[in-house]
């Protein structure tokens, strides 16, 4: 039994390690890293597309100078912040986590956090009368309505 | 509905429709550049005409430097008399107009140089490291750059001849 464990693990470690391992070499390379950094930017020249993305001129030449600042040996942080340095803050697609930029992070959360207590609030409230509003039974029905359903509810048996 | 019910209501939408108003306003292409008020980045072009020119050699000048291209038209088209002008003007005042032609073919680029008789330096900028180091968005752009290297102004869009002068002595 024990045996059968050990080899079930080391061929769960053997398909992980195999299945991990071209994807942190990928992750690890320049072309990925390249990649990774233009899909970061927005392309000056297109609407809503990234530098990844775009089939530009433009695109394509910032993607090689990407690429040609990684090889010679710059971070992707020293990347990112020459883009900013050029074409500001608006070539992120993404915004910097500070100052101002907080409420673009923080107000979707903060949106959807009070959405789910207003309706947390409006369903306690509706338990709270009884299941719904039809089911106030401290409100008795009217009886000409009472009476007038009866009559159909024997019209509709007939 | 309950007063406090309308006035939150209106509250929340208040805001968000001043900030789709000053949106609208703005002109999305009107993005301010970083590098204004500071060292221009450095570069080096080879001209059209053989000849080479760097930032580090017009140091002490003041320098016009015109982003364009042959298939920008008409705001390139409309400009390059103004830049012409220009140039003959302030030539012999320290003042030196530089086009760097982006994205674009050299026969197309020599053409349009020959067509309107432009005599100032052009050179073309194949790889747009330059057009990037100067966070280009388009075609025209232009730097107004200081005789210390600063850079004074950027303009979008094609220029006049008002606009022209009017920056040019500014930095004289």
Redesign the interface.
Known sequence: MNNRKQSLAVCLLLTIALGVWPSVILAGSIEEQTHLLAAELRC??CQNLSVADSPS??AI??R??IFEKLKNGESPEQIRGYF?????E?ILLAPTRKGFNWIAWLLPFVVILVGAGIIILRIRRAIGRGHGPNADASHPLDPSYTSQLEAELKESER | MATWKKLSLLLSIIPLLLLLAYGFKTNPRDVPSPLVGHQAPPFALSMFDGSSNSLEALRGKVVVLNFWASWCYPACYEEAPHLEAAWQTYRDRGVMVIGVDMQDRDTEAKAFIERLKLSFPNGPDPQGKISIDYGIYGVPETFFIRKDGTIHYKHVGALDAKLLKAKIEEML
Request: proline share 7%.
């Open positions: 000056p020249v001129e433009m030449q910032m090689e100078v900013v340095s050029r074409y500001g608006w």
